[in-house]
């Protein structure tokens, strides 16, 4: 059960498109189709945002979109705003009723 | 509106008990499976045990298996975390999260959570 490699930040300026890589194993990212992101601002719990790869929940933006190639992950945020600024956790399900989470990328709106 | 309360935390020594409780509204809790996660201070998510909507499936982090029982009662709308042989590095919030079907992997609701500080 090792964790998903994220970078630890990432930034882009307003109006711009940021991605947000997150980095598996065959064992969980590249065996399943149950990666999810959340974004979690400043003393507030997480808040789902892609479900499934690339689902998104009623309420989320278009904006969001999520991806997957292989072992690897992807959020990309566009046309960014400044309420983006949060961080952003993955998650993949890795076989055998466990989930494991990144480590987290703090996003900077600039 | 979905509710989930968290409730049980507080200032523990090593190696006691703590039994963590989410009581659930809102929606069909036996519909649902139901996680707990936790964040050490200034850390990230952690994920800590998971269970399906009618506790056939459990799973646990390799860090708690052994330690830790999650079960819930459904005709409660309740969630429960028994922790056992804490240490300093289980301090964290711990959150309730529900997950959006029964057997799902994506957690769609979280509770505001509760600190569990184990320390002598």
């Known amino acids: 059960q090792s964790a998903l490699t994220q970078p630890p930040s990432a930034s882009g300026s307003p109006g711009q498109s940021v991605t947000i890589s997150c980095t598996g194993t065959?064992?969980?990212?590249?065996?399943?189709?149950?990666v999810s992101w959340y974004q979690q601002h400043p003393g507030k719990a997480p808040k789902l945002m892609i479900f499934?790869?690339?689902k998104r929940p009623s309420g989320v933006p278009d904006r969001f979109s999520g991806s997957k190639s292989g072992n690897t992950a992807s959020l990309t945020v566009s046309g960014l705003q400044a309420e983006d600024e949060a961080d952003y956790y993955c998650?993949?399900?890795?076989?055998?009723?466990?989930?494991?989470f990144g480590g987290g990328t703090k996003l900077t709106v600039l | 509106e979905v509710q989930l309360v968290e409730s049980g935390g507080g200032l523990v020594q090593p190696g006691r008990s703590l039994r963590l409780t989410c009581a659930a509204s809102?929606?069909?809790?036996?519909?649902?499976?139901m996680y707990w996660v936790r964040q050490a201070p200034g850390k990230g998510l952690d994920w800590v045990s998971g269970?399906?909507?009618?506790?056939?499936?459990?799973g646990y982090a390799d860090s708690v298996k052994g330690r830790f029982t999650i079960s819930r009662d459904n005709a409660k709308n309740s969630l429960y975390l028994q922790m056992n042989s804490l240490r300093t590095e289980d301090t964290a919030l711990y959150y309730c999260?529900?997950?959006?079907?029964?057997?799902?992997?994506?957690?769609?609701?979280w509770g505001q959570g509760t600190l569990v500080t184990v320390s002598s």
């Open positions: 269970i399906s909507w009618n506790s056939a499936n459990i």
């Open positions: 065959s064992s969980d990212v590249g065996d399943y189709n149950f």
């Open positions: 998650s993949s399900y890795a076989g055998s009723n466990n989930l494991v």
């Open positions: 499934e790869v690339s």
């Open positions: 999260a529900k997950g959006s079907d029964g057997y799902s992997y994506d957690l769609d609701y």
């Open positions: 809102g929606f069909s809790f036996d519909d649902y499976a």
